[in-house]
């Protein structure tokens, strides 16, 4: 993809939102690419460390929205232009 970038981010889940694919809805409603480099998981909540990568514009809206869903995000690091 060209003008990608990726950023990383650690994603928490409230109990309320470990058992939904909010990943999965991420990818298919916007133009971004998940890579989980690490996870914690349980039934109360949970947590992912992952790379997103795709343009600025979808970024920010994918992160707006996982935040509208009531995901905790934290930027973790630089933003890696490719």
Sequence with gaps: MSGTIEVRVR?????????????????RRFEVEPNIRRADVGDAEGWILCELTGTAQDLEAALEWLRDQGVGVDLLGDVLES
Excluded: K
């Design 11 to 27: 994603l928490t889940f409230p109990e309320a939102l470990v058992r939904q694919p909010v990943l999965a809805r991420l990818v």
